[in-house]
């Protein structure tokens, strides 16, 4: 019997199609990503049915340099982990259709993947001496949770937005500036130019529910304060705005997820999607973690967005853990994390 056990991971929730090859969980061999922003950006977000043609157009294409890349062939390959949800249905169907294609004709194990527990799971990539249990953050554009990764594949939900997400957030506040689709990474930069202090934007607070999060009031005030200025004929300093509303979210973000390690006594904090990629977060969580002797992981910013390396990562405890799916497999738009 052979030691390695080789994962071809197949990623198409949104608006990046990936294929990867992940060794032991832990070694991307290869990590190909079609990324369809420029199409979507005519449009200021992801136009859904747009989505699901060009994840179709594209996915045979990634598979194959994804093999190629790992200098493998499907013969190599241990079993088929795909997203099957949460994400756009139209999307989700192109790549767990590709994924049960694959499977019967191999013959190979279909593995099922929740997608955020792949964003959790692109920590293991790059840090070899991570093991559960630990908190993770998950901030993308679509999802905003605190929780705890009790075990590979074992998930508790300590906390989540109530509204927005935290990259939803980021895109809207980012298109009412002017910066365009997707509007984090230009927050994010425009950031280092204004001063975080000259506005002060709200923090949402829910009450009797110390680990949940709201953003929609944030996104309102930056509006506000736009239409504000507008009136008043005074001319907005975007990097500003900027700065204030980034240094208003991060730190949100970072105070709940403190204080959930601190009352859970974990001392291991995750961050994973998107958002983690933003340069204030992780400055902001690497003071606060080192203030409180808490260790913190990020993935490098390639495996913060949606890629298909981490579905290959999160596939292989799943297989290992027994999960096997059947080609009756189905995309699941809203799946909870846990489901199976
Ligand atoms: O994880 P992801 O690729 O897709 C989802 O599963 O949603 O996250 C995309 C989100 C977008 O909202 C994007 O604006 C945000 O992550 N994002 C960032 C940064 N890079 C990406 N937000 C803030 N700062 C960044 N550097
Ligand atoms: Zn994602």
Redesign the pocket.
């Known amino acids: 019997m052979k030691d390695d056990i080789l994962i071809l991971g197949i990623e198409s ?4 199609t990936a294929a990867a090859v992940v060794k032991n969980g832990r070694t991307v061999l290869s990590n190909v990503i079609s990324s369809q922003i420029e199409l979507h950006k005519l449009y200021g977000g992801v136009v859904p049915e747009i989505a699901s043609r060009k994840h179709i157009e594209k996915v045979n294409q990634v598979i194959e340099s994804s093999l190629e890349e790992a200098d493998v062939t499907l013969n190599d390959i241990d079993a088929i982990a795909v997203t099957y949800g949460p ?1 756009l249905v139209g999307a989700l169907l192109v790549g767990v259709a590709e994924a049960k294609a694959i499977s019967y004709a191999t013959n190979k194990p279909l593995v099922g993947v929740h ?2 527990e792949g ?1 959790v799971s692109a920590n293991y990539i790059e840090h070899p001496d991570l093991e559960p249990p630990f908190l993770c953050l998950i ?5 905003t949770h605190l929780v705890m990764v009790k075990d590979y594949g074992k998930y508790q939900i300590i906390g989540r937005t109530r509204d927005d ?4 957030a ?2 809207k506040v ?1 298109r009412a500036i002017g910066l365009g ?9 425009l950031s280092k130019e204004g001063n975080s202090k000259a506005i002060t934007f709200p923090q949402g607070h829910i009450a009797d529910a110390p680990y949940d999060f709201s953003f929609s009031g944030v996104k309102s005030a930056v509006l506000n304060h736009i239409n504000s200025c507008k009136m008043k004929g005074i001319q907005i300093n975007s990097a500003d705005i900027a700065a204030s509303f ?1 240094e208003s979210v991060v730190d949100v973000l970072a105070k709940r997820t403190v204080l959930a390690a601190k009352n859970l006594g974990v001392s291991k904090i995750a961050l ?10 992780r400055a902001k969580m690497d003071k606060v973690c080192q203030k409180n002797n808490f260790s913190l992981y990020y993935p490098s ?1 390639i495996f ?4 298909a390396a981490m579905i290959g990562a999160a596939g292989y405890y799943e297989f290992i853990n027994g999960t096997r799916h059947g080609l009756d497999l189905n995309a699941i738009p809203n799946l909870k994390i846990g489901q199976r």
């Open positions: 929730s949104c608006d990046e994400g997608h955020i964003h901030v993308s554009g679509g999802h997400a935290a990259g939803e980021f895109d980012a689709y997707p509007g984090g990474p230009k927050i994010d930069k980034q994973a999607g998107g958002v983690a990629s933003n340069q204030g977060l910013p913060c967005t949606d890629n």
